[in-house]
């Protein structure tokens, strides 16, 4: 009696050691993205790069089955901290993928930090995101790093004067301060500095503000997903008509919404790391699988964002041949090179941020569609404001 209960005992734990050991052999990735909201743009493009990575990829990471666990935060940052602890205590997550927002990214730092899990931000683009917990690595960009060679290109370029109008948090502040400083540096004047509620912004009253000031051209950041509305309340307050220049990040002219922007956004230069048309074979065979596979829809900077943190997730656990801890993990990540469909990417060991090319576009109507065609491109861009620490 004793002997058989012990044999079925070994049996039994067997068994689960072998449940155990499959479940541990799976690549698990927690996602939180806002998919519905505001923000909701942001998280339909990840989820759609993540899913085709992992059909390009077989659903497999350095020979391992990936378990992917999508969550929708709404654009909340209590929601976004609560399911980040949910994943990492229950379902026990190997790596953190996505947050929209800064606000939403700075909610699960701590939770990162605690549990040495890496926490991969590969839409939030805030400079000092990746201070705030070492095993923070990001994959979309900065907004200091697009917006330096903006205001470099305005000063080089017969642009005198300008107004900001940026949106009220982490990141408009960040590009508000980074083209003040970069335009004065460079001879250049802003008379205004304008900042726009996040929430439900009306541009009217801002827009006005910037007519009366007559500048040469008014500079603009507002998020992905809110730049149609802005740019229809710019075409109404007939701004260009009088003689000012729009020149903004290319979170503005955002490729998800441009074609619906019309005519307004022709003409339009502004700075950032991704364009669908860009001219790389790579991104070319991107842009039309990730079209094909999701009804048409143009991928834009917050999808390859999230691509590009899915190839480098691959690239650390092929490094730690499989190895699922989070320290391992981070550290193989520091250095990590790759030709993104954006161009050539390196994550900088210092600071966990990417280290990319910046282009300076111009809105074009190309065929039926508009596209931010690229014309001058800057090699190989830090995060200038950390780099500045360096
Ligand atoms: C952030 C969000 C965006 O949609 C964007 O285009 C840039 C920055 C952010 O909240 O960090």
């Known amino acids: 009696m004793l002997r058989r209960t012990f044999v079925a005992g070994i049996a039994f734990a067997a068994l689960t050691a072998g449940g155990v050991a499959y479940a541990q052999d799976a690549v698990k990735i927690g996602m939180i993205v806002p998919m519905t909201g505001p923000s909701s743009s942001t998280g339909r493009q990840q989820e759609a790069a993540v899913k085709l990575w992992l059909a390009q990829n077989g659903g497999m990471m350095a020979g391992k089955k990936v378990e992917l666990i999508l969550k929708d935060d709404t654009g909340n940052a209590d929601m976004t901290k609560r399911i980040a602890q949910e994943m990492v205590v229950n379902d026990k997550v190997h790596v953190l993928l996505g947050f929209g927002l800064t606000p939403l990214a700075l909610a699960v730092a701590p939770i990162a930090t605690q549990a040495k899990v890496p926490q991969v931000v590969s839409a939030a683009a805030t400079a000092i995101i990746t201070e705030q917990s070492p095993y923070i690595v990001r994959t979309s960009f900065t907004l200091p790093q697009v917006t330096v060679p903006m205001a470099e290109w305005a000063a080089k370029n017969g642009i005198k004067k300008v107004v900001t109008l940026v949106s009220d948090y982490g990141p408009g502040i960040d590009a508000e301060k980074a083209f003040v400083e970069r335009f004065g540096k460079d001879g250049g004047t802003v008379t205004e500095s304008l900042r726009v509620p996040l929430r439900n912004p009306d541009f009217a009253p801002f827009l006005q503000r910037v007519k009366d000031a007559a500048p040469d051209a008014v500079f603009v950041f507002v998020p992905s997903g809110f730049g149609a509305t802005f740019m229809k309340q710019f075409a109404d307050r007939e701004l260009a008509k009088a003689g000012i ?41 991107f842009v039309e699988a990730f079209k094909k596979a999701n009804n048409g829809m143009r991928p834009n900077f917050m999808g390859v964002g999230a691509f590009d943190g899915m190839t480098l997730i691959a690239k650390a656990f092929e490094k730690t041949k499989g190895n699922t801890d989070g320290t391992a993990l981070v550290e193989a990540m520091k250095g990590m090179s790759w030709t993104s469909v954006r161009g050539p990417v390196t994550i900088d060991p210092q600071t966990r941020d990417i280290v990319q090319d910046v282009y300076i576009r111009k809105v074009e109507k190309v065929g039926n569609e508009l596209f931010n065609v690229e014309f001058a491109k800057i090699d190989q861009v830090k995060d200038p404001v950390k780099a500045a620490k360096q």
Do not use: F, R
């Open 245 to 285: 220049k729009l020149i903004a990040t290319g979170d503005v002219t955002d490729d998800d919404l441009l074609n619906d922007m019309g005519d307004a956004a022709v003409g339009v230069v502004n700075s950032h790391h991704y364009s669908a048309a860009h001219g790389s074979p790579e991104n070319k065979a």
